[in-house]
């Protein structure tokens, strides 16, 4: 038997405050660059009112720590609540907020806190990608070799001889992404790159190159999530979480049946526009997962934000840059804001968060709804969420 | 775990009742939850798309050219022993050889791409 079948459940869920560290290379350990993003969330907020944590982690090698549920409630002063792990790599930030918005939405929790957080530059770069190289499959991926980056670089290889798609307009992204960061005082990086800074750049895993890829960053950010009745006591400037879906697919991507679409992250944005009762033409920023700059190109298409085999041609022609259609990677995205793993799906939401409440300075951009994209592996699980004031 | 290598020869499975393939080979169907049967792939395929991998985690010696390989009715990753990104292009035929596992200490032998 196979039973399809909806149900309508729960109250409306809102994000009432928020808070990042500075992203970069910090000599904070994991819980303190925690704590660092908690300050900032709790102003206004008695910490007394929060019975449940949630905490994306991508790997237990750079600290060779894991239960950070418990950690992160005995350094935040939050212990004897409900609080736990979610792990999905680089999807893990998104997949705690996740986590809170059912606990709120089920009443689990009345106030859930969502954490991402990762400390990753203690370790060296073939440290890192071995641990990362873990969201691949082991047989298929893992024994040949075949790094996370090579995996993105096979689609790169792929798109650009079916689309007419060059190198420099990959480079592209990377360009339009550190001008932005150059506008957000917690990026990792604050300076803006030329096209051939990017394209000199050495090779990462062919056609990519160290300018194409994002950099191994430490950070961490917040969120706190509660039912309307709380938001509205705690907060005058609430954001409603309209949908927050979570969608799998192939760990490797020559297990899909088309490799260049990224089939999970298309039918989470399309069930996030359903929930939300929204289209893309609607969203007014979007923060998506440029973890290399193919796949900020892929995620237009799988978006709908562009045809397939069109995603290049946003870039060329300014449509999501800041004052363009619509703006994608306002923070500097993965690239250039930074990718500490574990928090960059609630780096995203805190960027959406500024720019719906007003707060995002040099670079705000006026927009009702804002979306997220969040992945693990490559795109192996995608994490969406479409945010509204 | 299980691994595909059969003496000098690539292994899949296919289900017995809806015919879908799986490399590595299961036991298994998830669809049908029939039992498959075990078939030798071929040994020469087709690039479906590649890589050169400059950066990697120590354990692999970078250069290397890694592809993905449509090998009869399935899809394989795998190290182009004998090619660099220049030389590779869509649609090149590869042939497959199972020698000593040139990079990791297990499994004791492994296969390879030979760019033709």
């Not at chain 1, 990042?20 to 350990?29: C, H, L, N, T, Y």
């Not at chain 1, 929930?275 to 609607?282: F, M």
């Not at chain 2, 289900?15 to 049967?37: I, L, Q």
């Not at chain 2, 009869?72 to 990753?77: H, I, L, M």
Request: charged share 20%.
């Amino acid at each position: 038997m196979f039973i399809t079948y909806t149900v309508e459940i729960g109250m409306n869920v809102y994000i009432i405050s928020m808070g990042m560290s500075k992203i970069g290379k910090r000599k904070e350990s994991s819980k303190e660059l925690f704590f660092e993003a908690l300050t900032e969330a709790l102003q206004g907020v008695d910490p007394r009112d929060i019975d449940a944590v949630y905490v994306g982690v991508q790997s237990e090698t750079y600290e060779h720590q894991i239960m950070y549920g418990s950690l992160v409630s005995e350094y935040g002063g939050l212990l004897f609540r409900e609080a736990y792990r979610v792990e999905a790599c680089a999807a893990s930030g998104a997949l705690a907020l996740h986590t809170a918005y059912m606990a709120v939405r089920s009443g689990v929790a009345r106030v859930a806190l969502a954490v991402g957080v990762e400390k990753m530059t203690a370790k060296g770069t073939e440290e890192v990608t071995d641990a990362l190289m873990a969201a691949s499959d082991y047989v298929l991926d893992q024994l040949n070799g075949i790094t996370i980056p090579a995996h993105y670089a096979m689609l790169a290889t792929r798109y650009m001889r079916l689309y007419g798609a060059t190198e420099e307009d990959l480079c592209a992204v990377a360009v339009k992404n550190h001008e932005n960061a150059s506008l957000n005082p917690k990026a990792h990086f604050q300076k803006r790159i030329t096209l051939e800074e990017c394209l000199r750049s050495r090779p990462v895993a062919r056609p990519l190159k160290v300018m194409d890829s994002a950099p191994i960053s430490d950070g961490a950010a917040v969120a706190l999530v509660a039912g309307e009745d709380v938001a509205r006591k705690l907060t005058d400037t609430p954001v409603r979480i309209l949908a927050s879906v979570v969608v799998a697919d192939t760990l490797s991507i020559s297990q899909r049946p088309d490799p260049l679409w990224p089939r999970a992250v298309w039918e989470a944005a399309a069930r996030a526009y359903r929930q939300a009762g929204i289209g893309p033409r609607d969203v007014g920023i979007a923060e998506v997962h440029d973890a290399f700059t193919i796949n900020e190109v892929l995620m237009y298409e799988a978006l709908g934000f562009a045809e397939r085999g069109k995603g290049y041609l946003l870039v060329r022609e300014g449509e999501t840059q800041r004052g363009g259609r619509i703006p994608v990677n306002v923070s500097g995205g993965l690239k250039a804001r930074g990718h500490p793993v574990g928090a960059t799906g609630l780096a995203q939401i805190y960027e959406l968060y500024l720019h719906l409440t007003g707060r995002a300075g040099k670079r705000q951009v006026n927009a009702r709804y804002g979306l997220a994209l969040n992945e693990g592996g490559v795109n192996s699980t995608a994490v969406a969420h479409i945010l509204a004031v | 775990m299980s691994l595909p290598i059969r003496g000098d020869t690539l292994a899949a499975s296919r289900c017995a009742k809806c015919g879908a393939h799986f490399f590595p080979p299961r036991h298994r169907c998830p669809s049908c939850m029939a039992d498959t049967v075990e078939v030798e792939l071929p040994r020469e395929g087709t690039v479906l798309t590649f890589s050169e991998v400059h950066v990697s985690n120590g354990r692999f010696r970078p250069p290397y050219v890694v592809a993905i390989v449509e090998l009869g009715p399935v899809r394989v990753p795998g190290i182009v022993i004998n090619a660099t990104y220049d030389d590779m292009e869509i649609g090149d035929r590869v042939a497959v050889i199972v020698e000593r596992n040139r990079y990791l200490d297990e499994p004791d032998v492994w296969y390879y791409f030979v760019k033709k």
